[in-house]
């Protein structure tokens, strides 16, 4: 059994940054697809940012060139480094270790292993 716990959520005024980690309970880094989704009150949840274990990285359109996934292995912590907040990216945040392909994963599929989510609020 997989589990991870997400920290660093927060409020923070519009601009502003956080990264979130995501503490795993196993390695799993080399095998499994890693993934950060949100979920805005109202709304399906949705990828934000996805890596596999051979180096390929998505991100969604919404927070290409402010947001940055990564990872390290020897601390079993996955990262979400968020720049340039905007009100928009206010929603719970959560990890995901995936049983799925990373195209899967890209596609839509949700599967694996969640966290409990962290709140992220960006508001003046």
């Known amino acids: 059994q997989v589990q991870l716990v997400e920290s660093g959520g927060g409020l923070v005024q519009p601009g502003g940054s956080l990264r979130l980690s995501c503490s795993a309970s196993?390695?799993?880094?080399?095998?499994?697809?890693m993934a950060w989704y949100r979920q805005a009150p109202g709304k399906q949840r949705e990828l934000v940012a996805v890596?596999?274990?051979?180096?390929?990285?998505n991100y969604a359109d919404s927070v290409k060139g402010r947001f940055t996934i990564s990872r390290d292995s020897a601390k079993n912590t996955v990262y979400l480094q968020m720049n340039s907040l905007k009100p928009e990216d206010t929603a719970v945040y959560y990890c995901?270790?995936?049983?799925?392909?990373?195209?899967?994963?890209?596609?839509?599929?949700?599967?694996?292993?969640w966290g409990q989510g962290t709140q992220v609020t960006v508001s003046s």
């Open positions: 890596f596999s274990g051979d180096g390929r990285i």
């Open positions: 196993r390695i799993i880094f080399s095998t499994n697809v």
């Open positions: 995901n270790a995936a049983r799925s392909q990373f195209s899967d994963v890209v596609r839509g599929v949700l599967s694996g292993y």
